[in-house]
């Protein structure tokens, strides 16, 4: 669910701070990013240290540092992040909140940025009843503030009441929430192809290519990223599993186009593999022996057409499909061809040549091909591609809708 986001923490001076070490450690097992802003009064109750081992990333503390300025830039760092969390949320930093202060480096932040902001309140019961801080909420949750708690419980000072910051589950499930509520593919399924398959000769020989599965693993976390139900079948690769992504694995076109037929239906699929146009017509049970002056003659038959199968009319055709078309030559004219043939909605077009280092590479660059035209894409790396994809993919399922 989280994989991919970034988190910027800020921690503030509450005896719940110490709570906030787990939090960092919760957030990150699910797959995101966390950098942290620890205030003065934060740092009474933990250290930059122990925040900088959780999160495996700087800890930023003061507003003046002419090398973090130098550097970040209390502007950047409020702006990199998808979501801001201040846990614990004191009264005094809601009130500098709600009324616009910025005299350190987290109030600066929070004025500064343009993101979502999440805040798990934590402080005295009377002090969360008083008037000023009631006012001060409201002023935040009409400004969109998010907010998980406080709770009732027992406070470090030895009353009860609401107060107490929800504990570090409670917070980690409003952040998947924020995130689920905000995925542009949320609720939606997707298949994606990635790598090349291993069309068997004999039992230790095979026919294959060159393919790496790079960017059909990049497309399938993207999509995971963006919250579609995604099921990854690939060949064999090295690249690793996607997180949150369901990987089936497969080695020959015959078994690519079952699992695929199995993973539907679908929403939208993604044909990036590189399957073998052609495979054995007769496998050999045993090794092929070699034979001085005689080399083995073989047979040759055609691949089943997984694009074009899946892209039939059918009631399990997904409502967006979209193929590869990977050229050495004509890139875009062969796309286009392959387009009408396939009867699928987008080509996505590259070449690759042996100079270009797209297989393997971890760079692309690809051409659009659907019925309005073609949009040539720059240059860039095969997870930027991949996200820019998913990207044009939700708008054209919001248009479908």
């Known amino acids: ?93 809601l009130a500098k909140m709600a009324h616009g202060r910025a005299d350190d480096l987290a109030t600066t932040a929070l004025l500064a940025t343009d993101k979502p902001v999440l805040i798990a309140p934590a402080m005295n019961v009377r002090m969360w009843n008083h ?85 059909g693993h990049a497309i399938a976390a993207a999509l995971a990223r963006a919250g579609a139900a995604t099921t990854l079948v690939t060949g064999p690769t090295h690249e690793p599993d996607p997180a949150g992504v369901t990987v089936v694995r497969i080695e020959s076109a015959a078994e690519m186009l079952a699992a695929c037929k199995a993973a539907l239906p679908a929403d939208v699929a993604v044909f990036a593999a590189a399957v073998s146009d052609w495979r054995i017509a007769a496998q050999a049970g045993q090794k092929i022996k070699k034979n001085a002056g005689a080399p083995p003659q073989l047979s040759l038959a055609e691949n089943p057409d997984i694009l074009a199968t899946l892209a039939a009319p059918g009631n399990l055709r997904p409502r967006l499909v979209i193929g590869f078309a990977a050229e050495t030559e004509k890139v875009v004219e062969n796309a286009q061809a392959k387009l009408k043939r396939k009867r699928c909605d987008w080509i996505v077009a590259n070449d690759v040549s042996p100079a270009t280092g797209t297989f393997g590479g971890s760079d692309n660059t690809v051409h659009l091909v659907t019925g309005k035209g073609v949009e040539d894409w720059p240059p860039m790396s095969k997870t930027d591609v991949a996200a820019r994809l998913i990207e044009r993919i939700g708008m054209a399922l919001a248009e479908r809708a």
């Open 131 to 215: 008037a000023a801080t009631q006012a001060n909420l409201r002023t935040l949750e009409s400004r969109g503030v998010l907010r998980v708690g406080p709770v009732e419980g027992d406070m470090a000072c030895g009353e009860y009441g609401p107060g107490r910051m929800s504990e570090v589950m409670e917070i980690v499930a409003a952040v998947e929430s924020f995130f689920a509520d905000r995925s542009p593919l949320a609720g939606k399924r997707a298949l994606v192809t990635s790598g090349p398959t291993h069309e068997p000769i004999d039992p230790v020989r095979y026919i294959a290519n060159r393919a790496s599965g790079k960017q």
């Open 1 to 93: 669910m989280l994989h991919g986001k970034r988190v910027l923490l800020i921690v503030s001076g509450g005896i719940a701070a110490y709570k906030s070490l787990d939090l960092i450690r919760r957030l990150r097992e699910r797959g995101a990013g966390v950098r942290c802003v620890l205030t003065a009064g934060g740092a009474h109750f933990v250290t930059p240290l122990s925040l900088a081992a959780l999160s495996e990333d700087t800890v930023f503390t003061d507003l003046f540092s002419l090398t973090t300025e130098s550097e970040m830039g209390h502007i950047r760092l409020s702006r990199e992040a998808d979501l801001l969390v201040v846990a614990p949320a004191t009264a005094d930093i």
